[in-house]
């Protein structure tokens, strides 16, 4: 069996062997200053932004499922095209109606 030792990192001049810093300068600053805002919050404005950016994902979506779509409805009729298949698209007939 190989005892593996773990390594230390080298010291030199573009690594500089120091000590951590001291546990009283590792301390978070207080973020209370931080937790309210100067303005006061508009949750009305929030919830119009919210659901503009829902309906712009939703659209973005449908989009990307619609151009998915087509192209694989193109590969599909690109694939039969070049085995040398005829009739490979479907060709709409509007029906006929009776004639008197």
């Not at 773990?6 to 030199?12: E, K, L, T, W």
């Not at 990307?64 to 709409?92: E, F």
């Amino acid at each position: 069996m190989i005892p593996f030792a773990p390594r230390r990192p080298a010291a030199g001049p573009h690594r500089p062997s120091q000590s951590p810093p001291p546990a009283s300068d590792r301390r978070v600053a207080d973020l209370a200053r931080y937790e309210t805002g100067e303005e006061p919050d508009d949750y009305r404005h929030r919830m119009i932004t919210n659901v503009a950016a829902l309906l712009v994902l939703a659209a973005l979506t449908a989009g990307g499922l619609w151009i998915a779509s087509t192209m694989a409805d193109m590969r599909k009729n690109q694939d039969c095209v070049l085995s040398g298949r005829r009739g490979c698209t479907p060709v709409p007939v509007p029906a006929e109606s009776p004639r008197p």
